[in-house]
């Protein structure tokens, strides 16, 4: 499976806490891209893609949500919940999120412009695709 979780340092202290992520430092990509999911309407489910050309690091900053992670042969369910975690999601991963939290904050990072054309949105193309 094309993914990782990713423990981010937190610098806490009577203050509160600060999280720092830097390209090619405690994430394994420059950054060149970021985005962030907010307000979703209850019961959605967003993603439902993978990416022939792309990588991305997913932070919850605030509430939680859950992702269904599939690489065409295996599926598996990581629950976001936290500030201080980071999902790494390489290439050809199918993707869906779903039980969005009330205030939930998705931020990613990711390594390239925005691109539709490396977008594989149809899951049986998914499918075609990873076993060529
Ligand atoms: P979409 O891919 O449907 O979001 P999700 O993966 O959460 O289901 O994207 C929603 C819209 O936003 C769509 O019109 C494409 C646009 N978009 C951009 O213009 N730039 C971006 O970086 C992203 C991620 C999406």
Redesign the pocket.
């Known amino acids: 499976m094309n993914y990782q979780l990713i423990n981010l340092k937190v610098f806490g202290d009577t203050r509160g806490s600060l999280i720092s992520i830097e390209g090619r430092n405690n994430i394994p990509f420059d950054i060149k891209?970021v985005?962030y999911?907010y307000d979703t309407t209850p019961g959605i489910a967003?993603?439902?893609?993978a990416h022939t050309d792309l990588e991305q690091i997913i932070v919850c900053v605030n509430g939680s949500c859950k992702f269904l992670l599939d690489d065409g042969i295996r599926k598996e369910i990581v629950e976001l919940s936290r500030p201080d975690l980071g999902l790494y999601i390489g290439k050809n991963m199918w993707?869906e999120?779903f039980d969005f939290s009330h205030g939930c904050v998705?931020m990613?990072l990711?390594n390239k412009?925005?691109d539709?054309n490396e977008?594989i949105?149809d899951y049986d193309k998914f499918l075609k695709e990873i076993i060529t």
Do not use: F, P, T
């Open positions: 891209r985005y999911i967003r993603g439902k893609h993707r999120m998705l990613v990711a412009h925005y539709e977008y949105r």
